[in-house]
């Protein structure tokens, strides 16, 4: 059994400095966060419903990358306040194939620096400790800006 603060993930996940503008299916999407094994995405309820599979691609330093994934969470994030606004929710994808190609590409999007800081661990830090890098999926500080509606 983990401990409740102990992330049980298989990969270290990194979170983006600014989204990554993606397409699953023709809807645009933006990569909040990614591992070697899934991403998190912001959508407007455009896309696949949880357990669905389908086709996320985007570009990292203009090497188009294509992976099909799983959808495994779909959470609404913020309500749209009226018909001219549009919801936003968060999505988790396990990714379920790609390339080998798409795969080192991913790997070494966890090796830059700049556009994909690794965050560093929790573990024996407070809340308001240094080590807290921008929003986490368990409850950090939230985001500086809504990638869909700024």
């Known amino acids: 059994m983990t401990a409740p603060n102990e992330e049980r993930r298989k990969y270290q996940r990194v979170t983006l400095v600014r989204p ?24 407007q309820g455009n896309i696949p419903a949880e357990g669905s599979k389908c086709v996320i691609t985007f570009e990292w330093e203009s090497i188009p990358v294509t992976m099909e994934c799983e959808i495994t969470r779909n959470t609404l994030q913020k309500m749209a306040r009226n018909a001219q606004e549009k919801s936003v929710y968060h999505a988790s994808m396990e990714i379920v194939r790609a390339s080998d190609e798409a795969m080192k590409t991913l790997r070494r999007t966890r090796a830059a620096s700049p556009p994909w800081p690794r965050r560093r661990s929790r573990r024996g830090k407070g809340r308001n400790s240094s080590a ?13 800006h809504d990638p869909i509606n700024p």
């Open 132 to 144: 807290m890098n921008c929003s986490t999926a368990h409850g950090g500080a939230p985001r500086p």
């Open 20 to 43: 990554l503008v993606a397409r699953v299916g023709a809807a645009r999407v933006f990569v909040l966060d990614a591992s070697l094994s899934g991403l998190s995405v912001a959508h």
